[in-house]
C-alpha cells in the first residue's frame, strides 16, 4: 500500500470544472495563521537557531530581520523576551550608574553621557519623581542678590544667566521695588492732575499710558473730563451770564453748544455782547491784538474789532510795551 493519502477528485479538478459542477464561484477554505505566540508574523512560526539567537542585539531589529528573512516585529519581541537590550542606546534599560545621574545633573548632560535621548531622560526622571535640574533655577548668591534694583531685571537676568520672571519674583520675595518699572507708584502731586485734562494729556504730561490713567482715575473716584461734555462744577456754574458765552467756552475747555446748554438748563440769561464799553476799555484799543485784548476784557474779538474801527484807532502793530517800573 502507498503511504500517501489518495487526494480527492474534486481536488484534482480546475477552478473552472468546480464552479460549474458547483453553480457559483469556488473560494479555497482560508489558510491557518501563523503562530503569533513566537512572535512570527510571517516567518511561519520556525524554530530559533543558537546562531540566530546571538545576532539578537548586535545591530538594529529591521537589519537582523533583513539577514535572517524574519519579520522585524518577531526580532523585536523575541530580542525582548530574551532581555536582550536594543542595539540602539535610547531604547535599552537604564542601568543603576545611569539611573544615579539623574536629578543630579540636567537632562540634557545626562543624555550626553548615557546616550539616551534628552527627552528620555526627562521622562525617567519624571517617572522617579526627581526634581529638573536646571541651572537658572540654582540658589541666589549674595552677589546677585547685590544687583537686584540697582539694575533693569532684564539685565540682571543677562548677567546672572537667570529669567526675568525669575529675577522680578525673587526681587519682590525680598521686599525690593523695581525703580526702572515703566509704572512707578503714584505720587499725591500725579493725582491731582487726574480728571483735570482729558486722560490721553494727562498720559502724556505724567508719561504713562492712557489705560494706567484711566485705571487710576476711576479707581480714585474721579469723573471724566471730556472734550465734548464739560464736567460741570458750582464754579464754572457761577460763571455762567457773567462773559460772553464763547469766552467762557475758551476758559473751561469746553465746547460753546456745552456753556449754552448748562446755560438754559439752569435759566441764565446770556451776557449782552453789545454792552456799552468804559473809557479804561476804550483806552486800551490798539495798545495790543484785537484777540488778546477780547479775552482780557471778556469780548469777542469781532466787537473788539469793530470798536477800535469806529474810532479809528490802528491794529496794533509790534510788541507790547512794558511799562516803566517806578525807582526806589
Request: with cysteine.
Amino acid at each position: 500500500m502507498s503511504d500517501q493519502t489518495p487526494s480527492s477528485p474534486f481536488a484534482e479538478l480546475s477552478a473552472r470544472d468546480k464552479k460549474r459542477l458547483l453553480g457559483h464561484a469556488y473560494s479555497p477554505p482560508p489558510r491557518p495563521k501563523g503562530n503569533r505566540g513566537g512572535g512570527g508574523n510571517r516567518d511561519g512560526g520556525q524554530e530559533w537557531t543558537q546562531a540566530e539567537m546571538q545576532l539578537l542585539g548586535t545591530a538594529p531589529d529591521e537589519e537582523i530581520a533583513r539577514v535572517l528573512k524574519r519579520t522585524r516585529s518577531s526580532i523585536s519581541c523575541k530580542r525582548q523576551k530574551a532581555g536582550i537590550p536594543s542595539f540602539r542606546p535610547w531604547l535599552r534599560p537604564w542601568s543603576e550608574e545611569e539611573l544615579g545621574l539623574l536629578g543630579k545633573l540636567p537632562d540634557a548632560e545626562v543624555a550626553k553621557r548615557t546616550g539616551h535621548t534628552e527627552f528620555a531622560a526627562g521622562k525617567k526622571r519624571r517617572d522617579l519623581g526627581l526634581a529638573k535640574v536646571d541651572p537658572k533655577c540654582r540658589p541666589w548668591t549674595q552677589g546677585e542678590d547685590a544687583l537686584l534694583g540697582r539694575f533693569p531685571d532684564k539685565e540682571v537676568a543677562r548677567r546672572t544667566n537667570r529669567t526675568v520672571s525669575g529675577v522680578r519674583y525673587r526681587r519682590s520675595a525680598l521686599g525690593l521695588g523695581d525703580l526702572f518699572e515703566r509704572n512707578p507708584d503714584w505720587t499725591p502731586a500725579e493725582e491731582k492732575l487726574l480728571g483735570t485734562a482729558p486722560d490721553d494729556e494727562i498720559a502724556r504730561q505724567l508719561q504713562r499710558t492712557k489705560l494706567a490713567v484711566q485705571q487710576r482715575r476711576v479707581k480714585q473716584g474721579i469723573p471724566f473730563k471730556s472734550r465734548t461734555r464739560h464736567h460741570w462744577t458750582k464754579e464754572d456754574e457761577s460763571l455762567l451770564g457773567t462773559v460772553p458765552d464763547r469766552v467762557l467756552a475758551e476758559r473751561l475747555g469746553a465746547s460753546l453748544s456745552a456753556v449754552k446748554s448748562r446755560r438754559w438748563e439752569m435759566g441764565v440769561a446770556g451776557e449782552n455782547p453789545s454792552r456799552s464799553w468804559s473809557a479804561t476799555e476804550k483806552a486800551l484799543l490798539g495798545t495790543r491784538p484785537d484777540a488778546e485784548l477780547a479775552r482780557e476784557l471778556g469780548r469777542t474779538e469781532v466787537g473788539v474789532t469793530l470798536q477800535r474801527r469806529k474810532f479809528g484807532i490802528p491794529v496794533f502793530k509790534g510788541k507790547v510795551k512794558l511799562r516803566p517800573q517806578p525807582n526806589g
